[in-house]
């Protein structure tokens, strides 16, 4: 038995645990194998896959996480939630993302319960465990099933498993929501966050993959795949031009690369690692 077949075997032991499933699906290559396993385990009657449409979620990734959950044969329901009506949210604390998640999974599992799902499942792997990730905190206190992770799979574990299953997701590029391109404590509001997706929209027409527009202000600092800095050093004029008609006045390209997290390092900086939670 092959790793891949082993790590199946695990994860669909995790799912099988329960009689049904409603997916916090964003449309990503762990959610997409956390739901694609929820539907090989349980069947696509007993599943429901849920897309939060909000402010700080890329349009474009819309129709493509509709379109996965169409080829699975499963029902897609997508919820619209406002995360900046909550002040706790939109001032950008330290622990943002427990405000986020505490708001989405207490909303899924009251629709979960309503349908009369068992369980609410996310697509949270084994390396979420090790970064500072407050969103995980709302997880476990909401009850949310997390068989990835529990399955001990990595990202990289992750990826080969959804490639052995022939999910068009397996290569994806990580995405996160679009709040994570702002420094702690820098207010979030709708502009901004239409202004991130726009510069990493046009970035992403130009052919560039893992891309990252971090806000700091007046000034946009790009994030690429290695593979792709000398290649955004050599169109810096066009990518110059696009990021300032997306509303940047300066535009600086980090030479140490795409991060997941970089910002997390200013956290680590001042030994901020563990947070409590600011009501």
Known sequence: MSRAEENLKRLEEIVGRYESALVAFSGGVDSSLALAAAVRTLGPERVLAVTSDNETYLPSELEPAREFAESLGVEHLIVETRELDNPDYARNPANRCYFCKSTLYSDLARLAAERGYACVIDGANADDEGDYRPGRQAARELGVVSPL??????????????????????????????????????????????????????????????????????????????????????????????????????????????RSGSLNAALKKRGKRTLPVLG
Do not use: M, N
């Not at 404590?185 to 527009?213: H, N």
């Not at 946009?220 to 792709?228: H, S, T, W």
């Open 149 to 258: 992770s529990e399955a001990g799979l990595s990202k990289e574990e992750v990826r080969e498993l959804a490639r052995h299953l022939g999910l068009p997701t397996w290569d994806k590029p990580a995405l996160a929501c679009l709040s994570s391109r702002f420094p702690y404590g820098q207010k979030i509001t709708p502009e901004k966050l239409q202004q991130v997706a726009r510069a990493e929209e046009y970035l992403r027409s130009r052919g560039f993959r893992q891309v990252r527009v971090r806000h700091h202000g007046e000034i946009a600092r790009l994030e690429v795949g290695d593979d792709e800095l000398e290649r955004a050093f050599a169109e810096r004029k066009e990518i110059v031009a696009g990021l300032r008609d997306a509303g940047f006045l300066y535009v600086a390209l980090d030479l140490a690369g795409y």
